[in-house]
């Protein structure tokens, strides 16, 4: 088999929760724009262990993200891109990244979100007021120099968050504190994710109208890891939604990459000039099965692999909200 490796590129990844490399933005910034600039930069922070309890796809459909559980207030995210890995680290507090527009959240209670920000729609640029996901409104002003606030509003009114960014540039062109993120419950138990930058934009998302409202991730999520032969790996997961894998491959390099593209139900197969068969079959079942041939071309036999079953008491309910109580009072979330 013969894959083709894309050349690499450096990622370029901002976190709330741990110091980043950037590139300063130089000159005047118009007050609309498309998305915030890639900062090329790197991620700092080692593995912090523990157990990988599913994968999430990326919204531009590049790569996927293992999540890890450390404990009950820490989980962490592995990306695999075709570009290469990082680590997204949520320990004790939430951390945010950007990378050419598309932002990745995740809580430390493990509530995942990664969403492709467009101007005028779900991001924005302060100061001013603005409304954004699930009609929340948020007031953004400068306070100095890299320092940005937003005060939430629910939208019976009522103030009740306020984000505070506090980027610190140490005279080289390198910031941290560049993102605050929350995660923000009403009382009806619906959350969305807001992240405010150093740069005054601010971003949100709705996961469950992404999700469908399905139940919590960690209970109704199955995964597995399956070698499918030339050195290829499928990282298949299933949750009620339905069955998702991902496939990477050990460069020369040593780093693990994502080749080829993502399946689900709605993409259930690899296009014929892919390079190799692979598709999911019975992805509307309770068996999904994944079919593969990597080697010995089209007269070779196919190998079948089962995906994980989703627990019995996650089949067919629809439902479910991430177990994070409300807010109350008026709390500042400050970047870290």
Known sequence: MSLTRPSARRLGLLCAATV???????????????APAAHQGVVAGQNPGGTMVRTEQLASGGGYVEIYRVSASHYWGRIVTYYGTSVIDANGETAALQDNGEYTFLTPQGHFGDWIAVS???????????????????IVEQTGKNQWRAKLKRPAGGAFLT?????????HGRLSHVYAGEEIVDPGGKA???????DGIITSFDPQAATGGEPPADKCTATRVQSIGAGTLAHMSNRPSGPRVSFTSVYDDGKERTVLMPLDKDHPALPADAGILARITGANTTAPKLVTRVEGGKGAPETV???PAVPKDCR?????????SATSGLPVRTAR
Not at 120 to 138: C, E, L
Not at 192 to 198: G, K, Q
Not at 318 to 323: H, I, K
């Open 163 to 171: 984000l505070q960014t506090h980027a610190v540039d140490d005279g």
């Open 192 to 198: 969305i994710y807001v992240v405010l930058s150093a």
């Open 120 to 138: 005028g729609k779900n991001q924005f640029r302060g100061p001013g007021t603005f409304t954004i996901a699930r009609g929340y409104t948020a």
């Open 20 to 34: 980043a490399v950037l590139v300063p933005v130089v000159g005047a910034v118009p007050a609309a724009m498309a």
């Open 305 to 307: 692999t089962a995906f």
């Open 316 to 324: 067919d309910t629809g439902t479910g909200t991430p177990s994070v």
